[in-house]
């Protein structure tokens, strides 16, 4: 059974710092493209960075980009979000995705396995 964990989520002031993971269960993550999505309250899901499982590349949703890496740890069967420099408006719940698909795009479509979430909250 394919399973995600996200976890590493939770209050943060403006400013600071937070490494989500994802850790997969069943299957082999490197084998997979792996997406990390976010949705706030009111909002639609959107992609926040994504990256392939053929040659490791990565893609960035502008807000972030300069503030946060994915980078995987295939030894752990894990893909972490490092976000650094967090404000106000990341505060969501970060989910990851992974799908035998490959690539880098962050269209959410593209993704067939989901895990449950986890809250990101940047607040003074």
């Known amino acids: 059974q394919l399973q995600l964990v996200e976890s590493g989520g939770g209050l943060v002031q403006p400013g600071g710092s937070l490494r989500l993971s994802c850790a997969a269960s069943?299957?082999?993550?490197?084998?997979?493209?792996v997406g990390w999505f976010r949705q706030a309250p009111g909002k639609e899901r959107e992609g926040v960075s994504c990256i392939s499982s053929s040659d490791g590349s990565t893609n960035y949703k502008d807000s972030v980009k300069g503030r946060f890496t994915i980078f995987r740890d295939n030894a752990k069967n894990t893909v972490y979000l490092q976000m650094n420099s967090l404000k106000p408006e990341d505060t969501a719940v970060y989910y990851c995705?992974?799908?035998?698909?490959?690539?880098?795009?962050?269209?959410?479509?593209?993704?067939?396995?989901w895990g449950q979430g986890t809250q990101v909250t940047v607040s003074s």
């Open positions: 995705a992974a799908d035998p698909w490959g690539g880098s795009s962050c269209r959410s479509t593209y993704f067939g396995s």
């Open positions: 069943g299957f082999t993550l490197d084998y997979y493209a």
